[in-house]
T-cell receptor, first 116, second 111 residues
Framework: NAGVMQNPRHLVRRRGQEARLRCSPMKGHSHVYWYRQLPEEGLKFMVYLQKENIIDESGMPKERFSAEFPKEGPSILRIQQVVRGDSAAYFC??????????????FGEGSRLTVL | SQQGEEDPQALSIQEGENATMNCSYKTSINNLQWYRQNSGRGLVHLILIRSNEREKHSGRLRVTLDTSKKSSSLLITASRAADTASYFCATDEGGSYIPTFGRGTSLIVHP
């Protein structure tokens, strides 16, 4: 059973370009969480999605950032018109059901975005 | 939003010694989890303790939870160089469904 797959692992963009980060959850998992991690810091929650629905996007900046989790295919975190401050590691995690019941999240290896 | 805070921020010990990390939080929780992150990698779940539990063991790991003090501790016994990593606690406020993470404790175990 493959784990959470994120790609690309590393992405370099120039200011003003778009970044698309993909996450395929573990098989059978329908809940996806995106977190951002800056160097030497913890993970900051961005958005929580279930299939075709955004459940909570309270941690995501209102502008330039969007996320989706379509019926078919991976979850996508999209950052438009990137700025240097967007440079970070972006982690996706999945769970089979709401974590209030089970708690455990399964993380991918992250996508490291560098904005030049 | 609520966030667990780990203490100390950094810990350096010799192989064979025990390592203790603490986590404090602000409001009521359903459960508290500990995760480990090796440099450049994703987080790996270590152990979950529910709010009605006081202590839990898994191999060389021992986790305690004191809800009256709103704190938890992670003890790694007989540490190994391979335990070198960052350790994070994650909490969810009562009724929430989103685990929130602290800044972590960076553990270095010298061989």
């Amino acid at each position: 059973n493959a784990g959470v797959m994120q790609n690309p692992r590393h992405l370099v963009r120039r200011r003003g370009q778009e970044a698309r980060l993909r996450c395929s959850p573990m098989k059978g998992h329908s809940h996806v969480y995106w977190y951002r991690q800056l160097p030497e810091e913890g993970l900051k929650f961005m958005v929580y999605l279930q299939k075709e629905n955004i459940i909570d996007e309270s941690g995501m900046p209102k502008e330039r950032f969007s996320a989706e989790f379509p019926k078919e295919g991976p979850s996508i975190l999209r950052i438009q018109q990137v700025v240097r401050g967007d440079s970070a590691a972006y982690f996706c995690a999945s769970s089979p059901r709401a974590t209030i019941n089970t708690g455990e999240l399964f993380f991918g290896e992250g996508s490291r975005l560098t904005v030049l | 939003s609520q966030q667990g805070e780990e203490d100390p921020q950094a810990l350096s010990i010799q192989e064979g010694e025990n390592a203790t990390m603490n986590c404090s939080y602000k409001t009521s929780i359903n459960n508290l989890q500990w995760y480990r992150q090796n440099s450049g990698r994703g987080l790996v779940h270590l152990i979950l303790i529910r709010s009605n539990e006081r202590e839990k063991h898994s191999g060389r790991l021992r986790v305690t939870l004191d809800t009256s003090k709103k704190s938890s501790s992670l003890l790694i016994t007989a540490s190994r160089a391979a335990d070198t990593a960052s350790y994070f606690c994650a909490t969810d406020e009562g009724g929430s469904y989103i685990p929130t993470f602290g800044r972590g404790t960076s553990l270095i175990v010298h061989p």
